[in-house]
Structure formats: structure tokens, C-alpha cells
């Protein structure tokens, strides 16, 4: 299981946008959940990170 925190600015970002949203939050929730206990699960479109080489 992976734990999630949350930066000043994402939470300041969350309130602007999401809060107060019942189908963003409720969205929003589900899909933490849903990362938090498999963060490659297929509906979530998640892929592994590349590192772009730097000359």
C-alpha cells in the first residue's frame, strides 16, 4: 500500500477546484483509494517514469 501526502500548494489547488465539486471530490476519492492500493492499476493510466538523458 502506498501513503500519499499532500503539498501546501496541491491542498490550497484541491480547495480552489475540487471542494464543493460532489462529483470531482467523489471522483477524486475513488481514484486515491484505487492508487493508494495499486498504483499501476490499469484504469488509472499510469506508467513508469523515463529518465531523459542530458548531454
Known amino acids: 500500500?502506498?501513503?500519499v501526502s499532500f503539498s501546501s500548494s496541491f491542498k490550497r489547488a484541491y480547495h480552489k477546484r475540487?471542494?464543493?465539486n460532489v462529483d470531482?471530490?467523489?471522483k477524486?476519492?475513488?481514484?486515491l483509494?484505487?492508487?493508494t492500493?495499486?498504483?499501476?492499476d490499469q484504469s488509472l493510466?499510469?506508467?513508469k517514469l523515463q529518465q531523459i538523458a542530458t548531454s
Open 18 to 20: 475540487i471542494k464543493g
Open 24 to 26: 470531482l471530490e467523489t
Open 45 to 47: 493510466k499510469t506508467h
Open 37 to 40: 492500493n495499486d498504483p499501476f
Open 1 to 3: 500500500m502506498v501513503e
Open 33 to 35: 483509494k484505487l492508487f
Open 28 to 31: 477524486f476519492w475513488q481514484k
